[in-house]
């Protein structure tokens, strides 16, 4: 049986009702993340430098940033359907086309520390129906992650996937170079339960709250702790690495608020909502910690969250950890605590 192809598979997205009109969008962002693939691939190659100096690392990020965004708008330019692309790390609304009905949301390229050392990176988008007409505005995006129609990540490593979502589960496609196009190689990809694996930047553990410290404890002290189990810590600095790792992988992959004020946080609309919504997709959720991520209501562009994503049993174990942190500065707070003597002799 032939291998089904990501463009038969938005061919019979596309016929539906549903999808019909924003199938082309798809599309044109496969072959932007194609292109981009080609790109990445070549690395310190993509910088046009005079004389026999090499290219500094910050150099060859700006360069691939600009080429994968450039990309994405060269291939999006004509789609009627299309109104405006919002891009990650920008304030500035692309318009496309002012009756159009859609709206794109484009994280052109994450995860670029990982260039240093070759390992992965990765491209992140979603797809609104706008809710006015004429030329679009930020405000016009600022729509909570229940909204969503289509999310997808790509992932540009040892090879280049896509994982995508247009609210039907979630499916899996591998890049086949030799044919240029993608195949599809994961059908309804679902995350596995009860997985003993975690992803947090541990680097930061002095200045975790105080449930994600409760949750990480648990976990290193293995079989001899509370969980019963021995559990595997991975990271690698890369939020659509993590989440990919969760859908095929299954566990928990983490990123709390912390009391560092340059702590990295996940913008909302360009990268925690499209990852919430594949991840629920997949049989998974994802929470803030106080609150289910897709129910965010954006207060700007750059709205940033912290985001604790993976399978129901682990997600709901965080959630309920700040639940009882919160709960318990309540009780303590309560005027009847004040004068009251906790221990005694």
């Known amino acids: 049986m032939a291998s089904r192809t990501l463009t038969q598979y938005l061919l019979d997205f596309g016929a539906r009702e549903k999808g019909g009109e924003f199938a082309q969008i798809l599309s044109a962002v496969s072959v932007a993340i194609k292109l981009t693939a080609s790109t990445v691939a070549r690395g310190p190659l993509i910088v046009d430098q005079a004389g026999s100096q090499l290219p500094s690392e910050e150099q060859v990020r700006r360069a691939l940033r600009r080429q994968a965004t450039n990309a994405l708008l060269a291939q999006t330019e004509s789609l009627d359907q299309l109104a405006g692309i919002s891009i990650a790390g920008s304030t500035k609304i692309q318009q496309v086309n002012a009756d159009g009905r859609y709206l794109l949301l484009f994280e052109a390229m994450h995860g670029m520390t990982n260039l240093a050392d070759n390992l992965p990176v990765g491209s992140a988008f979603s797809v609104l129906e706008r809710q006015t007409r004429g030329p679009c505005t930020a405000d016009d995006f600022l729509q909570p992650g229940t909204n969503q129609l289509s999310a997808g990540v790509a992932l540009y490593g040892p090879r280049t996937v896509l994982t995508l979502t247009t609210g039907e589960g979630v499916d899996g496609f591998t890049l086949d170079r030799e044919v240029g196009n993608f195949v599809l190689t994961g059908p309804r990809l679902m995350i596995p339960p009860e997985r003993p694996v975690f992803a ?8 975790w709250p105080a449930p994600v410290k409760r949750y990480v404890e648990e976990c290193v002290l293995g079989a001899e702790g509370p969980r019963g189990r021995d559990y595997t810590m991975r990271w690698n600095a890369s939020a659509l690495v993590g989440a990919y790792r969760v859908l095929t992988s299954g566990g928990l992959f983490l990123v709390p608020q912390t009391d560092k004020p340059d702590a990295w946080l996940a913008p909302l609309l360009h ?13 998974g959720a994802a929470t803030t910690g106080i609150q289910r991520v897709l129910e965010v209501v954006p207060e700007g562009l750059t709205s940033r969250v912290p985001l604790f994503l993976g399978c129901v049993s ?3 174990r965080i959630r309920r950890y700040f639940t009882e942190e919160r709960d318990a500065d309540r009780e303590y707070s309560h005027p009847l605590f004040r004068n ?4 005694t002799d």
């Open 271 to 283: 990268n925690a909502a499209p990852l919430a919504f594949l991840a629920e997709q997949a049989g």
């Open 314 to 316: 682990e997600v709901e």
């Open 200 to 207: 947090i930047n541990a680097t930061e553990a002095p200045h």
């Open 340 to 343: 009251r003597t906790l221990f």
